[in-house]
Every structure is written in C-alpha cells, then in structure tokens.
C-alpha cells in the first residue's frame, strides 16, 4: 500500500516553455501532498505544501508564480514549472502524506536546455 | 547548527555486516521518527516509522528513538550489496502540529562490499 506515482519521470524541455508534473496516490486519499527539489548528493528541499481544494503554502524563497501548484482531487496534485530555464533543472519529488509520514513519489528529473 | 545532523559518510562495510546509523536533532517538540533509503536518481522509500521513543523491528532493520538524547539510530543486519544507497533520516512535529511538514537530515551513503 501506500503507493505514490509521478509522471513524467524524465522530462527535457527547451528555455521558456512550462512543464508539467503529476504526483497521483495511487491506494490511498491524500489531502495533503508535497513537493520538493533536490540537487545532486543534496538532502531534499521542500517547496511548498499542496492540500486538496485550497492554495498551496510555498516556503521562503520559493516563486509561487513560477512553480503553479494544483490540488484539485484528493490523489493527485500537479506542479507546473513556468517559463523554465536551465537553473530550474532539477530532480522533482512529490509526497503524499498519510497519517503521520509521507509517501514518496519516484522523481521527475527536468532538464531545461 | 542544523536542526538534524547526520554524517554524510560514506559509510562502507563488507556484506553481511551490521549498518548502524543515527541522526541527532535540536528540536525536542519532534514526535515522529522515520528512516528512508534513497537509490540514486529514485525517491526515498519509507523503511522505518515510529513514534517517540523506543524500539522497533521490521525484519534486517531496527530503529531506535532516544528522545532525552535526541538521538535517533537505525541498524540493518547481514547487509547486502542492494542495501547500498542513501539513507535520509526524518521527523516531524505530527499533522496537527505543522501539517506533517518532515525536517531530514542531510543522508548517510552506505556502500555495502561484496
């Protein structure tokens, strides 16, 4: 149980366009999912906060208008990335939160040329 | 000072050996203890759950919580080559507290030798 998918796993885009990513529970309802970024040999770093039917909380730092989090069923919440360029290239992990730890989805690594 | 410290590592030892790792932390208010195994380039995958202090065993894995140390430790017994990975201790305040929001620790890479 407590299974959590992304798709797509590998993305490559060009400079300026938007990417989309999926973060679906599969078994489970999750009314609270995250995001987070992870660099090479780095621990991971939260984003922001997705519960279903409301706005995302982003952390410090973090560009809400740039990274568009959408939670709009209780299993699957996406994350857009606007208007990509190549420091935004990064490995893209979602969490669906259940009980009291959270799930972790495969990654989606995107790379921005 | 990090709020979780843990030694990056790497950590190698030959198979079959006993992998202890731990993780201390600041924050006395963290109720839930979790452990996580990272494969390089896959998300961390869930290993051990507890909640404050105490023991606990799921098959080559046991976690400890030493909540007046703050100091959490988990060990796999007879290690094997596929247990090579990244291992990301976490914890959090619990769901009503902050949401479930998980503070890691920075991960230990673990090289089990043939």
């Known amino acids: 149980g407590a299974v959590v998918s992304q798709h797509p796993s590998r993305v490559i885009c060009k400079s300026g366009t938007s990417v989309k990513i999926e973060c679906r529970s599969l078994?489970?309802?999750?009314?609270?999912m995250f995001w987070y970024r992870q660099f090479p040999k780095q621990s991971l770093m939260l984003m922001a906060t997705?519960?279903?039917?409301?706005?995302?909380?982003?952390e410090q730092g973090v560009e809400k208008d740039k990274f568009l989090i959408n939670h709009a069923s209780l299993t699957l919440s996406t994350l857009t990335v606007t208007s990509a360029h190549p420091e935004d290239s990064s490995f893209y992990i979602c969490?669906?939160?259940?009980?009291?730890?959270?799930?972790f989805g495969p990654g989606t690594r995107l790379t921005v040329l | 000072q990090k709020e979780v410290e843990q030694d990056p590592g790497p950590l190698s030892v030959p198979e079959g050996a006993i992998v202890s790792l731990n993780c201390t932390y600041s924050?006395?208010?963290?109720?839930?203890f979790m452990w996580y195994r990272q494969y390089s380039r896959k998300g961390p995958e869930l290993l051990m759950y507890?909640?404050?202090?105490g023991n606990k065993e799921d098959g080559r894995f046991t976690a400890q919580v030493d909540k007046s140390s703050k100091y959490i430790s988990l060990f796999i017994r007879d290690s094997q080559p596929s247990d090579s990975a990244t291992y990301l201790c976490?914890?959090?305040?619990?769901?009503?507290?902050?949401?479930?929001?998980?503070?890691f620790g920075g991960g230990t890479r673990v090289l089990v030798k043939p």
């Open positions: 078994d489970f309802q999750a009314t609270t």
């Open positions: 507890t909640y404050s202090s």
């Open positions: 924050n006395s208010a963290f109720q839930y």
């Open positions: 969490s669906a939160r259940a009980h009291d730890t959270q799930y």
């Open positions: 976490a914890m959090s305040l619990g769901v009503k507290a902050a949401g479930n929001k998980l503070t």
């Open positions: 997705s519960n279903e039917g409301s706005k995302a909380t982003y």
